[in-house]
């Protein structure tokens, strides 16, 4: 935390000197031109006073018994609350050695004695001056690092509602699964790509038996519940990142496979089939089983460019279709391929 100077008057200085009529001099001369002066006798005398009381400037005398005023300095600059008080030694040394000394020990000026009033006060307002602007920068630049912080703090949070909000943009708000939207544009996506890769693509479509009839039994927030169960059963039962669960509409739910071939997806949706089946949500009203049941419809091919990815959707359709008229809780499948006057031709079916 950076402080604040005093502006009662126009500074506080500390004077530190053995002989008191060095003191009661200094003190007369600053005092007249407005300075708040407080005084010490001996070193151990001026860290413990320039401790308590931060003056804002130092006159150091440097001969003096016990602690001379070089170690005296070297005291207040290894002080993290006073090191950065500007201290001006005022002695009777005048050597070129002594005054190169003081510099070292972190004294800011030098003034030989016998001294001049005029020259004591014009010292006195240069480092009073160059300390307070010193300061002032120090407080702009607390104010500028506050400020970036506030604005990286600020684009963050817009960062993270931005991605939220494109989260739920590509979310089905009752499931919490992947949206018709986030489908479509994922299944364009894999669809260029692994026609590139020339490696197979499958859906795999989901439709919950007689979910009408649940819902009039039950109510429409226990078809909801069913249907979040759902979603989530199949969640789980998908183990790539690459592979998207997407409500597809109503009680209907698509799956995306990557890289997987026909028989790798018939062995994902009869996993999918037997842990919607061992949840056992009772469906009284279901005309095939006790409980809640799925019937499914899969589609294999390789992608071509050529060709809208479309076709696909429809071929796991028509094996949904397949399914639910052969009875319904069954896994039905087609694997197509295309023929140069774009159309889809089933090679293979169970």
């Not at 009752?174 to 479509?184: E, I, K, M, P």
């Amino acid at each position: 935390m950076i402080k604040d100077f005093p502006t009662s008057t126009k500074g506080t200085i500390l004077v530190v000197d053995d002989a008191p009529e060095n003191l009661d001099l200094l003190h007369r001369i600053l005092s007249r031109k407005g300075f708040q002066v407080i005084i010490a006798e001996n070193g151990r005398k001026a860290l413990e006073v320039a401790r308590n009381q931060q003056p804002e400037l130092i006159l150091l005398d440097v001969c003096m018994p016990e602690m001379d005023g070089y170690t005296t300095c070297q005291a207040l600059k290894g002080d993290v609350e006073m090191k950065d008080i500007p201290v001006i030694f005022i002695s009777a040394l005048d050597e070129v050695v002594d005054k190169i000394k003081a510099f070292e020990v972190g004294g800011v000026d030098y003034i030989a004695k016998p001294f001049h009033a005029a020259e004591v006060i014009v010292r006195v307002n240069n480092h009073l001056t160059l300390r307070r602007l010193h300061h002032q920068l120090e407080v702009q630049n607390e104010r500028l690092r506050q400020e970036i912080s506030d604005r990286l703090a600020v684009e963050a949070a817009l960062q993270n509602a931005n991605k939220e909000l494109e989260r739920l943009a590509h979310m089905d708000g009752l499931t919490q699964v992947a949206n018709r939207r986030s489908f479509d544009s994922r299944l364009s996506q894999e669809w260029r790509r692994l026609a590139r890769e020339k490696t197979p693509l499958t859906l795999i479509l989901c439709d919950v038996d007689f979910f009408k009839r649940y819902n009039d039994t039950y109510g429409h927030q226990a078809g909801d519940d069913c249907l979040r169960s759902v979603a989530s059963t199949i969640s789980n039962v998908l183990k790539r990142p690459s592979d998207l669960i997407a409500r597809y509409g109503g009680e209907e739910f698509v799956i995306i496979l990557p890289n997987t071939p026909l028989p790798g997806a018939i062995h994902v949706a009869t996993e999918i089939k037997a842990a919607v089946r061992a949840l056992e949500m009772v469906h009284s009203a279901s005309s095939i089983s006790q409980f809640v049941t799925l019937s499914i419809g899969i589609a294999s091919t390789i992608p071509a460019i050529e060709f809208s990815s479309m076709s696909l959707l429809f071929a796991a359709d028509r094996a949904l279709y397949k399914a639910k008229s052969r009875g319904r809780d069954r896994i039905c499948s087609e694997t197509v391929q295309f023929r140069e006057e774009d159309a889809i031709v089933p090679i293979a079916e169970n």
